[in-house]
C-alpha cells in the first residue's frame, strides 16, 4: 500500500469518526461533526450546538437554527483555545463542508488540511480555504468499502 493509500483510509476512518461525534449534537435539522488531528492524534473535537450554559435547543418554533448555535468546526477549534495543544500544521475532518465563517476561523487557526465529507449549496468557504493555500479534500466514506 502506497503513502496516498494510506493517507486515504485514515482520512475515512477519521471522518466517520466525525460522524460519530455528530451523534452528539442536539440540533434537529443537520448533526454536524468535526476532528482537528495532529500527528494522529485527535487534538480536538466538536460538533454544532448551542454556546455553554444554554439550552440544547438548536431551532426556533418555526424549526430555522438560531443564530447563535456554533458550528462544529467553530466548536472545535475554540475548544483548542482552553487546552495546551495548538492546531499549527493539522488537519480538521468535519462531515459537511465549512461555509464562510468557519473558514475564516480554520485560516487562522494554523489548519493545513481540511477533510469533509458532505456538499453544501454554498461553496464560498471551500473557494476561501483554496485561496489561502489549505488543502481541501472531498471524501464520502459511504463511496468506499469500510476495510
Not at 449534537?25 to 450554559?53: E, F, H, W
Not at 493539522?90 to 485560516?107: F, G, N, Q
Request: proline content about 3%; hydrophobic content about 35%; charged content about 30%.
Amino acid at each position: 500500500m502506497n503513502k496516498e493509500e494510506k493517507q486515504r483510509l485514515l482520512d475515512l476512518r477519521y471522518l466517520r469518526m466525525a460522524r460519530i461525534w455528530a451523534e452528539n449534537s442536539y440540533c434537529q435539522r443537520r448533526k454536524v461533526g468535526a476532528l482537528v488531528v495532529k500527528d494522529k492524534m485527535i487534538i480536538s473535537d466538536g460538533y454544532n450546538g448551542t454556546p455553554s450554559g444554554f439550552e440544547n435547543v438548536c431551532e426556533d418554533e418555526n424549526n430555522v437554527t438560531k443564530p447563535y448555535v456554533l458550528h462544529a468546526e467553530a466548536n472545535a477549534i475554540t475548544k483548542l483555545a482552553r487546552s495546551s495543544n495548538n492546531s499549527d500544521g493539522s488537519t480538521l475532518y468535519v462531515t459537511a463542508s465549512p461555509c464562510i465563517e468557519c473558514s475564516k476561523l480554520i485560516i487562522q487557526a494554523g489548519i493545513k488540511r481540511v477533510v469533509y465529507g458532505e456538499k453544501y449549496r454554498l461553496e464560498d468557504g471551500i473557494e476561501l480555504l483554496k485561496r489561502a493555500k489549505i488543502e481541501v479534500i472531498y471524501l464520502n466514506p459511504d463511496e468506499y468499502e469500510t476495510e
